[in-house]
């Protein structure tokens, strides 16, 4: 049985990513000209700042220098995060993605745009946003029918989050 490089490398590299506490998303090694190019993607549950990034990075050249994983030939090694945008492939991104928009394609054809409020073991409660002065509805989605999912930006939307600590701020003055 034939494995590919990237297969290779996930078994490589997943025990030491998961031991820096993030999740290996995915792994791509690309050709630019004369150039080979090793994209890293990581996440976790808890976000990643640049200085968690810059540790798994530092952990992931020292672990592929040690080894002949990546041939003879130079590299550039990328490590980054999925993105604003991510698509929502695993249970666990879209506990992730809890309170943000996302734009659903569904089975049955045509597709959704709504929030995630809650994650469940077999599908998803959502919000559909009000259409022109229209409240709100609650929906429940299944995972079997979605075909694909996206996290939508969102520009103008004021975090629940920083609305708590404004108003924590506002009774202590």
Same mark, same amino acid.
């Given at each position: 049985? !034939?494995?590919?490089? !990237?297969?290779?490398?996930?078994?490589?590299?997943?025990?030491?990513?998961?031991?820096?506490?993030?999740?290996?998303?995915?792994?791509?090694?690309? !050709?630019?000209?004369?150039?080979?190019?090793?994209?890293? $993607?990581? %996440?976790?549950?808890?976000?990643?700042?640049?200085?968690?990034?810059?540790?798994? !990075?530092?952990?992931?050249?020292?672990?592929?220098?040690?080894?002949?994983?990546?041939?003879?030939?130079?590299?550039?090694?990328?490590?980054?995060?999925?993105?604003?945008?991510?698509?929502?492939?695993?249970? =666990?991104?879209?506990?992730?993605?809890?309170?943000?928009?996302?734009?659903?394609?569904?089975?049955?054809?045509?597709?959704?745009?709504?929030?995630?409020?809650?994650?469940?073991? %077999?599908?998803?409660?959502?919000? $559909?946003?009000?259409?022109?002065?229209?409240?709100?509805?609650?929906? =429940?989605?299944?995972? %079997?029918?979605?075909?694909?999912?996206?996290?939508? $930006?969102?520009?103008?939307?004021?975090?629940?989050?920083?609305?708590?600590?404004?108003?924590?701020?506002?009774?202590?003055?």
């Amino acid at each position: 049985m !034939s494995t590919t490089q !990237s297969e290779r490398l996930r078994e490589l590299l997943e025990p030491l990513v998961s031991s820096q506490g993030f999740d290996l998303e995915e792994i791509a090694v690309d !050709s630019v000209g004369r150039r080979r190019v090793l994209r890293v $993607v990581v %996440d976790s549950d808890t976000g990643a700042d640049l200085d968690r990034i810059a540790d798994v !990075s530092r952990a992931l050249s020292a672990k592929l220098d040690e080894t002949d994983a990546m041939g003879q030939g130079e590299y550039t090694l990328e490590v980054g995060t999925p993105g604003a945008e991510r698509l929502l492939t695993e249970h =666990r991104h879209y506990v992730r993605a809890t309170g943000r928009l996302v734009r659903f394609q569904l089975a049955e054809g045509g597709e959704l745009v709504a929030r995630i409020l809650e994650v469940g073991d %077999d599908g998803l409660d959502l919000e $559909v946003p009000g259409v022109k002065g229209r409240k709100a509805t609650a929906r =429940r989605l299944a995972f %079997d029918d979605i075909t694909r999912a996206r996290v939508q $930006v969102e520009f103008n939307r004021k975090d629940d989050a920083s609305d708590k600590k404004d108003d924590e701020k506002e009774e202590e003055a």
